[in-house]
């Protein structure tokens, strides 16, 4: 088996789907959809630098595993807390339009990978309606086309008072992937919270797959690994997990995707064997040169 310095695979094989080491064979089996998840660190104050990383993950995730689809995780590009958006030409970390350059950069990526690319940015929308900047994740098609906008329904106080504004739709999108039609939805950190809501409330991932969604893509810089897996078995679904912090102290990773039974079939952290800090602590840490792993899954 080869090996990757960076890369940290825990292989587990269960009845929904396999999770494998760096494969020889680079072929997902037929009826299988591959599905690549990442963890890396936001480096603060050059945009174009961590850019340049995230692109470099997503090849080194293309030519070990040959994914369908590859998650990244939340504030990976910018700075979380802004609802500003600068020009293009701003290299300071803060949201951009649809036409800026991460965007432009993931687009061409995708088509280049053969590839769904899902991934968080703080965006406006083009027409200004509605209003405001969202925390939002994004999937690009292996075409390079913007083919799914989720914005974060439970958007925590500190992003709401940098200017963040709240989303409210929870949409659910059709992808087809080796020739299959695979109903995908996705979530944003504190969406996956149990303390996001009050009593009653249905939580996004409820309402997703109650919408036929087979899987949910989670990007997120919280530790919520342990409430995915009650997610994914409670509703019959899987969840991809791409995350930044561990900081909660429990025996999953950061980064994990799971089945439609609770099992885990893979789970890895960029720091594993780090014992769990304060969020404050953890959240804006400089990384290493970020982890990946991946999972076939059978729907």
Do not use: H, W
Request: aromatic share 8%; with cysteine; charged share 25%.
């Amino acid at each position: 088996m080869r090996e990757l310095k960076t890369v940290l695979f825990i292989c587990i094989f269960m009845f929904a789907g396999t999770a494998s080491p760096y494969a020889d064979n680079l072929i997902s089996p037929p009826g299988n959809i591959r599905v690549a998840t990442t963890c890396i660190k936001l480096r603060l104050g050059s945009k174009s630098k961590n850019l340049a990383e995230i692109l470099d993950l997503i090849d080194k995730t293309a030519n070990a595993c040959n994914p369908d689809i590859i998650v990244l995780s939340e504030s990976i590009f910018t700075r979380m807390n802004c609802g500003t958006v600068l020009s293009s030409a701003d290299d300071t970390g803060n949201s951009e339009d649809l036409s800026g350059p991460v965007f432009e950069a993931l687009k061409r990526k995708a088509v280049e990978r053969k590839c769904f690319i899902a991934f968080n940015l703080n965006a406006p929308y083009e027409n200004g309606t509605p209003a405001g900047v969202y925390n939002s994740n994004f999937i690009i098609s292996p075409e390079g086309k913007i083919i799914g906008r989720y914005d974060k329904n439970r958007v925590p106080e500190g992003e709401i008072n940098s200017g963040l504004s709240i989303g409210s739709g929870r949409p659910v999108f059709e992808l087809t992937i080796r020739g299959m039609d695979v109903k995908v939805g996705m979530a944003i950190c504190y969406d996956v919270a149990e303390e996001a809501y009050s009593a009653g409330e249905e939580r996004v991932v409820k309402t997703l797959a109650n919408k036929g969604a087979k899987i949910v893509l989670v990007s997120t810089i919280g530790d919520y690994t342990s409430k995915a897996v009650e997610d994914a078995k409670d509703n019959g679904i899987y969840m991809v997990v791409s995350g930044q912090d561990k900081y909660r102290g429990d025996d999953l990773g950061a980064s994990a995707i799971i089945d439609p039974k609770g099992n885990v079939l893979m789970q890895f952290t960029d720091r594993t064997g780090m014992p769990g800090q304060p969020f404050e602590q953890m959240q804006y840490r400089k990384g290493e040169d970020g982890s990946f792993g991946y999972a076939d899954i059978r729907l």
